[in-house]
């Protein structure tokens, strides 16, 4: 969610799409019928534009005709370049990449706003930057291909925000100037979207908020306790979840022969290892970062170190900035 804070403290509601990597070409979506699964219709690059023309394209200054891609102004100084980084034709793919004919079209749109000195804050599904040593550990195709093509054209004409998603984690970083947040996915802890506001001397806040289902579920007349205590039931989800994944790694790795754990220290292992993932997820290691120091589990982590994917995991999250990834300050 975008607010403009100017003259009159305008709010602009437009909802705007761009495509992520499993919305278009993607031959594995599914419908549920109960338990049972069946195959969904799958859509092309033009049906996603017919569904949702009316969410960003119908509104938009230019279109790229190379991709979903167009530009959308949230005022007269402030423009959206909503970047379609999606990989489907002739097949889908999980990564990303700029088609050459997207950065033809983009030039000449970030030179005029370079030249009238609009803000331009581009948006993209996968991520500009290697935001995180987890997107190694766990994520494929992460980060847009040739990112340094895109990141040298964002610098040069002064683009100071990218925003993306695709990690599902909350996380920022800068680099050449221009600094990439990556809003955490609705579908986990704490189940947030990210709120950017633009001020008149050109200064840029950004904080994340989750989503107030407690609030929706009174107004709605639900009783449902989980609805009505929803973030502690997110988290809480999260962590079971996780603690499971923990626990089936270490007993594997001890039938493996690889480990020798108790299974005190399998369950003391798998809480911390749930814990940390709870708090990086969401952007807020900052919060348990002295904790974490000093905890016995993490010992054990150290002790007995192993090559999986999940020990690779929880290594990055450890190396990673323990700061508070769901606030920002940008200056003029």
């Known amino acids: 969610r975008l607010r403009s804070r100017g003259l009159g403290d305008v709010y602009k509601r437009q909802v705007l799409v761009i495509p992520g990597n499993h919305d278009i070409n993607n031959h594995d979506a599914s419908v549920y019928y109960g338990v049972r699964k069946e195959p969904a219709p799958y859509i092309d690059g033009p049906e ?28 007269d100084r402030n423009w959206l370049l909503m970047l379609d980084s999606c990989q489907y034709d002739p097949a889908n793919l999980t990564g990303g990449m700029i088609q050459s004919g997207t950065y033809r079209w983009m030039e000449p749109i970030l030179y005029e706003a370079w030249e009238n000195d609009t803000e331009v804050i581009t948006v993209t599904h996968h991520n500009l930057l290697e935001q995180s040593g987890v997107s190694d550990a766990f994520y494929d195709d992460c980060t847009i291909e040739h990112n340094e093509e895109l990141l040298q054209m964002l610098s040069d004409n002064e683009v100071r925000l990218h925003l993306s998603g695709h990690l599902h984690l909350q996380h920022y970083m800068e680099e050449d100037g221009v600094t990439e947040v990556v809003t955490g996915s609705l579908v986990m802890a704490p189940c947030g979207y990210g709120v950017v506001e633009l001020y008149e001397d050109g200064s840029i806040t950004y904080h994340t908020q989750p989503v107030n289902v407690e609030k929706w579920a009174r107004e709605n007349s639900y009783k449902n306790r989980d609805l009505a205590d929803f973030f502690d039931y997110s988290e809480d989800f999260l962590r079971e979840i996780s603690y499971s994944h923990a626990v089936r790694d270490l007993e594997k790795q001890n039938r493996q022969g690889v480990l020798n754990l108790s299974e005190d220290e399998i369950q003391e292992m798998a809480r911390f290892y749930a814990k940390l993932c709870v708090y990086y997820y969401g952007g807020r290691m900052y919060e348990i970062r002295d904790e974490v120091e000093h905890d016995p589990a993490r010992e054990l982590w150290d002790r007995y170190q192993y090559a999986s994917d999940l020990s690779d995991f929880l290594q990055r999250i450890l190396e990673d900035d323990a700061k508070d990834f769901g606030r920002l300050y940008l200056e003029e």
């Open 48 to 75: 996603f534009h017919d569904i949702y023309h009316e969410y960003g394209y119908d509104q938009a200054l230019s279109r790229d005709d190379s991709s979903l891609s167009y530009v959308y102004a949230l005022d």
